[in-house]
């Protein structure tokens, strides 16, 4: 391949990516730390900060620019053409440079594409595109104007890639590896936050998660219940009787679940399986809340959250993000959001073994779960987490 290439600035313009680049090389060296001592695959390489506030730096600012009227959405890679399978290698290297960002954007924009990144004597330059990558490889995705998310590849290669940090205009996100070892984490905060250390590999969990993304991305908003099996208790928060009822219960999902261990064609399995999950977080959609099992059987969509008689309204609830320097605040349910989350928040002080997930509009993403340790609703916010 021909080397004609800009070398990237010392120094970029965009000063959040010098703020967070020295965090951010700690993480991946860290997380490749934790895989080499687990005795995971180590394929990816470890950016240093330089390389990646400069990446950060072009990125930034192009997706400031517009192609034909449409902002960029690119995921930049950084690996080399032979960590990746059937790499797209163009004949020459590419300037990383805003100009040729925002040209390839209209190239690159839909999902699991990445343009690969890689540095040759402190230089940067486009080497082509991929659809796969390692696990821990540095991912920066351009989300819209001015918002970039740093994340990687999970060690199961299940759901969407674990995020690292949030950058949008001057304001900096990271998230907190330590909102792991709270003694009330969920199951599914631990499986969105895709830590090595504690990387969660209960199939269920990680529906869960998929049913989430999902759920933030039709963008109506919606409540998802999730209850025990074990009994019917949840029936008392829930006025009788529901508009939509499932009778049996619809067991798509979980089917899928039970067929995941024998199914020799992975990538038809995950096809349908993506189908399924798209086709529950839809019913979310609809006014009222739609309610799953622990075993991610469908029991019901558009119910209406009540108070049992005799339980007491929910006054006040814990809210917490995983994100370094964010401290637990709190509140009556009334500040946190709307109705959607004055329901749930009642829903869980009265069905303390449920689990409660609440998209709104503007794309905040809650999960309220029952705290035994403070004896307290508490709602994690974690939008921070599914971008």
Known sequence: MNKEFRTIPTEPNYKAARTVSGAIEKHF???????????LPKYASKPDKEIIASIIDVAFWASLRKEEGRSPKISI???????????????QRLSLSVDILTKLAPAVERSGIHLGVWEEDGECYIWGTTHTI????????????????VKHKRTDDFGKYANVAVLKGDEIKLVDPDSINLPDCPA???????????????LPVNLHMQLAVSMRAHGHGGILLIVPSANNNWQKSIIDPISYAIEPPYAGLANLILESAKRDDIALWREEL???????????AVDGATIINDRCELLAFGA????PHGSETVKEIMVTEP????EAQVISPGQDGGTRHFAAAQFIYD????MALVASQDGRFTIFSWSPCDEIVHAHRVDTLLL
């Open 188 to 202: 599914l905060l631990e499986s969105l936050l895709g830590f090595t250390t504690k990387n969660s590999k209960n």
């Open 304 to 307: 209406k959250i009540t108070r």
């Open 29 to 39: 060296a860290y997380q490749l730390s934790q895989a080499t001592l687990m005795g």
């Open 351 to 354: 069905q303390r073994e449920a």
């Open 274 to 284: 993506d189908d399924q999950i798209d086709h529950v977080a839809g019913l979310t």
């Open 323 to 326: 994100v370094i320097d964010s």
């Open 134 to 149: 390692p696990s821990f490889c540095f991912v920066l995705e351009v989300v819209e104007p001015g918002l970039l998310v």
């Open 77 to 91: 890679a950084f690996l080399q053409p032979q960590q990746s399978e059937l790499p797209l290698i163009f004949e």
